[in-house]
């Protein structure tokens, strides 16, 4: 009898052991997607970031050719052409809450800097150049959360744009 309950444990130890494992390697796996989920949303956002300044930019170095009645438009076309608001919307929905609002003052930057735009400002005015600083900050900023949420350090100088 005494073997018969050793041998009924043994086995009971093997089999929770074994679901323990199992549960803890499912738990690092689904980490792992969430993180490579979260990854891709950072990188999409960023991207568009860029498109969007870039084709702000563009627009603001030829703002004076526009004629005025279109120059909102302009603005809007061009801050709604890279799908910053779709990318923004992903981070939103995958990002722990201090990336998100890190990302959401990005997108306020860059909103701020297409209305200095839809105004009417080319990139060598000041309200133009006070509004990409405001935009190159909060970037920067973002970036060093994405860089420790992701498991790196951050750099102790942020690239040049």
Same mark, same amino acid.
């Not at 549960?23 to 490579?36: M, Y």
């Given at each position: +009898? ?10 009971? #130890?093997? =089999?929770?052991?074994?679901?323990? #494992? ?5 738990? $690092? ?6 993180? *490579? ?5 950072? #990188?999409?956002?960023?991207?568009? =970031?860029?498109?969007? @300044? ?7 170095? $030829? ?8 120059? %909102?438009?302009?603005?809007? &076309?061009?801050?709604? /052409? @890279?799908? %910053? ?15 998100? *609002?890190?990302? &959401? ?16 400002? /080319? ?6 150049? /006070? ?5 190159? !900050? !909060?970037?920067? *900023? %973002?970036? @060093? +959360?994405?860089?420790? &949420?992701?498991?790196? =350090?951050?750099?102790?100088? &942020?690239? /040049?744009?």
């Amino acid at each position: +009898m005494t073997t018969l309950i050793a041998t009924l444990l043994g086995a009971l #130890i093997g =089999v929770v052991g074994t679901l323990l #494992i199992e549960r803890n390697r499912a738990r $690092k796996a689904e980490q792992h997607e969430k993180g *490579h989920a979260r990854a891709e949303a950072y #990188i999409a956002f960023v991207v568009a =970031v860029h498109a969007t @300044s870039g084709n702000l930019r563009t627009l603001a170095l $030829k703002i004076a050719a526009v004629p005025e009645e279109e120059q %909102l438009q302009q603005a809007r &076309d061009a801050f709604r /052409s @890279s799908g %910053l608001y779709a990318a923004r919307e992903h981070v939103v929905l995958v990002a722990p809450e201090r990336i998100a *609002h890190a990302a &959401d003052a990005v997108f306020v930057a860059l909103r701020g800097l297409r209305q200095v735009v839809a105004e009417g400002g /080319s990139v060598h005015e000041l309200a133009y150049l /006070s509004e990409v600083e405001n935009y190159a !900050a !909060a970037l920067g *900023h %973002l970036r @060093s +959360m994405i860089r420790t &949420d992701l498991g790196e =350090v951050p750099l102790e100088r &942020d690239v /040049s744009w």
